[in-house]
């Protein structure tokens, strides 16, 4: 429980501070800044929350993720020198943020009853969906369908985390390596320039 | 209770092969024509579920749809050439689609006790919402507001169905007769260019 | 009751009008003016029941908002020229609208007993996001994230509800006195062209 709240914390706070850095990258003012730091950090757990129905949307329950965000949105203005120079912050923060949210998403479906098949899908919701709202609010196409093994990255991830999970290994133990398991797959994505492109056989000729 | 499932099977595939086109057309990678044709076959459903208090949402509930989407994909891609050539095949199966998705929602929304109006709302609602968030995850204007008399389709659909379920008509045929009301008008309208414009006053002047 | 009634209708139908002039503005069909005056004017309340758990959504349990809003558009069509007229029409609809759904939305999330920082949240989503979704649904960076003290003016109406509510004050006068609040900031804001610009210090170099 305590290691899941402790995932949940920084998992909020990696995505809060990307959805700073993409509202600024936008040029949205202070009101739009805020909403995408909400929506980035907190829209994967609350589409996850809605779909398996859990509500009130579990972040509603305490005040603990809304002043965690209203907290990291200074800061990271502050920083933002320091973030914007570091190029790969935003993805750096990003990779982070799914990586947490993937086994959070899938374990709380697995607590709820749901089949493994369906828990690893809302892992992938969890970790991937607060960025694609962030995207379509911003009017942009979400990253998630033209770069990188994003998802895929995710996709793995759950897999470990509910294979583990089935042999009962430690949850703390088990937490560490699938997120571990999607941080390194992302990172090597992004550096080596992977991707999983789907050339229609239509296309070819 | 077979024959609605059978409708919801064919809907599904129906609507997972158009999701397929539409990514393929968009140049998405491996992930987002997956995503695409979820979100295409399970969106509609997923938000009348939602709407109504239906959760865990349908189709969680096993994972027969999983697999039948995640089978669809490689057997819509494999037979690619064949349905682009067929130039129409898009329009023919985003209609049987949203003909067999209409009648689902109504039937679902009647038996939560819900008035026949709001039931009509729902019935549209399932068939052409997977499409529109298809379009808003794609960055595109929802092909609905701007093409030929889609949601009126299934409108007429949602009508007939619930007037002929009124006369407590049984229900296999009701579903034959009110699904192939929403084809035929879609399918008369692209042919025949039919649309509703909406001028309103203040343009003449 | 009866109050927050007449709240409820009256903002239903402002949003009703302000949707049908941005459909028209985008040159909609007559099925897409009519999504975007049932989503501008039910979405956010949509989204508010969805977050808290209140389903079926509100407005489902009766058709009174469907066919109100069902009647607003052929209104609002038929006044165009006049609504178009007073350019500022668009606008004041707008504001009336979040202005009323504003103290609608905290009510409702204090009434199921939601903590005050979590209800003001949910006004603010309940005033703001039919707007949002009306704008993502045509393609459009919501207004939300680019003009004006939009937002703000939603927030300080719920502070200010929610500090008179804690003191007991009569709730018709409540009402009154925050959604007063809520319109003038707005119109001041429109007026004066006051905004909150977010400057990160990055962009000074």
């Keep these: 429980m305590d290691a899941i709240f402790l995932v949940d914390i920084c998992g909020t706070f990696a995505f ?3 959805g700073v850095l993409a509202a600024v990258e936008r040029k949205f ?5 805020i909403i995408l730091a909400f929506v980035t950090s907190l829209g994967g757990g ?7 129905g859990s509500t009130p949307v579990s972040w509603m329950n305490s005040d603990v993720h809304i002043y965690l965000i209203l907290l990291t949105i200074p800061l990271a203005y502050f920083f933002m020198n320091t973030l914007v120079k570091l190029k790969k912050t935003f993805l750096l923060f990003d ?4 990586g947490l ?14 089949s493994p098949v369906v828990a690893i899908m809302m892992g992938v919701v969890t970790a991937v969906f607060g960025g694609v709202i962030r995207d379509v609010l911003s009017n942009q196409v979400p990253l998630i369908f033209r ?9 793995s991830g759950a897999i470990v985390y509910s294979s583990l999970n089935y042999f009962g290994l430690f949850i703390e133990f088990n937490l560490m390596i699938s997120i571990t398991v999607v941080i390194s797959i992302r990172l090597l994505a992004i550096k080596n320039k992977w991707s999983i492109p789907f050339k ?6």
């Design 16 to 18: 809060a501070v990307s």
């Design 29 to 33: 003012d202070l009101f739009g800044v």
């Design 46 to 52: 609350t589409l996850r929350d809605i779909l398996i």
């Design 95 to 98: 990779t982070i943020g799914i």
């Design 101 to 114: 949210f993937t086994v959070l998403g899938l374990d709380k479906a697995i607590e709820v009853g749901l």
């Design 147 to 155: 770069k990188e093994i994003y998802a895929f990255a995710c996709l």
């Design 200 to 205: 229609p056989l239509a296309k070819r000729n």
